[in-house]
């Protein structure tokens, strides 16, 4: 199917989108990759009267090192940077290695060839991994909109299905992950019917040890078991004091799939299904974010053993 008439913008500077955006209000969409966009043109489930292609605005596409503030020893992305080259970024793989590791999951390789990582934060797909991954890591996105630039946490942004803090008159302008403290550890898991298909279930998770090997905290984060990103804090949090053993990591992997996470059912999988797929993945990315993070405190300053460690 080809899609309804529409207008077409090719602004070249953030400042003349705005404007569109101002002029024709919620008849305008913005247009990145169109790999989500298109399709749904194309299936007329999105008729926008007037689309404003984002593609010439070079301003928005970037990956760049942060040095100072909260943010320090992290990157900055901008939106339109396409996915291929966060996935190809030397800078990502090493300050942020659990955007690097999860890349790769996002669709096909042509895919990421177009598809933008402001756009995929912007459509805020339940089953998308790089939302799911940007609250894991404590991202915020840079948003700007008809009275200027504001900062939105992730956890802030990401409203629920297909739904984010985003005014119809704003505009995503760049995401912003922190550098990982020393002794964190961070991994991805996801299964699909096949690769590069959107997951049955997903988790990002990370774990920071103290210098005796205690985990000082975790983040556990799901796509594809609920409406938007879903953490499970309660599993996570029970990590916290412990020291990452197999049974300490089935027990969390436990509380999350059988007492936080409520997946839905749907034609990719039943409830059963992903419960079960909760419980092995966050066991799997627990035991891999811990043995990471114990190879950073050795790299970074030595791991000190107390007398009674395993
Ligand atoms: C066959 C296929 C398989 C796929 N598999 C996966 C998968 O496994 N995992 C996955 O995560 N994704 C998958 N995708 C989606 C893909 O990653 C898209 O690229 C992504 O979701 C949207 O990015 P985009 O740049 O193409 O955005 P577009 O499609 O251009 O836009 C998406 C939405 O975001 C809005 N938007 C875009 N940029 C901005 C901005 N800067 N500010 C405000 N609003 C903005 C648009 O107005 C639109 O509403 C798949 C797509 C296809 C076609």
Redesign the pocket.
């Known amino acids: 199917m080809k899609p309804p008439t529409f207008e077409y913008h090719a602004p070249r500077s953030v400042e003349e989108a705005l404007a569109l955006l101002a002029e024709h209000g919620l008849d305008a ?11 749904a043109m194309n299936f007329r489930l999105a008729r926008p009267a007037v689309l404003v292609d ?1 593609n010439r605005i070079e301003e ?1 596409a970037f990956i760049r090192p942060v040095e100072e503030g909260p943010a320090a020893g992290g990157v900055r992305i901008g ?2 940077t396409r ?1 291929r080259a966060v996935e190809r970024s030397a800078l990502v793989t090493e300050r942020a290695p659990l955007i690097a590791e999860t890349m790769p ?4 390789p042509q ?1 990421r060839n ?3 990582f ?3 934060a ?2 805020a ?1 339940p ?4 939302p799911a991954v940007l609250l894991a890591a404590g991202a915020r996105c840079r948003v700007r909109g008809p009275d200027g630039d504001r900062w939105i946490p992730a956890d802030e942004f990401f409203l629920g299905l297909f739904a984010t803090a ?1 005014q119809p008159e ?3 302008l760049e995401v912003e992950l922190p550098g990982q403290g020393p002794g964190t550890g961070c991994a991805f898991r996801e299964i ?1 019917r096949r690769h ?4 049955m279930a997903g988790v990002a998770a990370t774990i920071t040890l103290d210098d005796v090997g205690t985990i000082e905290r975790a983040h556990l984060v799901y796509l594809s078991v609920g409406g938007a990103p879903v953490a499970a804090p309660g599993a996570a949090g029970s990590l916290r004091g412990e020291k990452p053993t197999p049974d300490v990591i089935a027990a969390a992997a436990r509380r999350a799939a059988h007492e936080e996470i409520e997946p839905m059912e749907d034609m990719h999988a039943s409830a059963a299904y992903r419960t079960r797929l909760v419980e092995i993945l966050t066991r799997d990315a627990l035991h891999a974010a811990a043995e990471r993070a114990r190879g950073d405190r050795v790299a970074n300053g030595g791991h000190r053993r107390r007398e009674g460690d395993e």
């Open positions: 969409k913005l247009l990145a990759g169109g790999q989500s966009l298109v399709p984002l928005l939106a339109m996915q999951h996002v669709a096909h895919i177009r598809g933008t402001g756009g995929s912007a459509h797909d089953a998308a991994e790089i985003l704003d505009l995503l699909a590069g298909d959107y997951a």
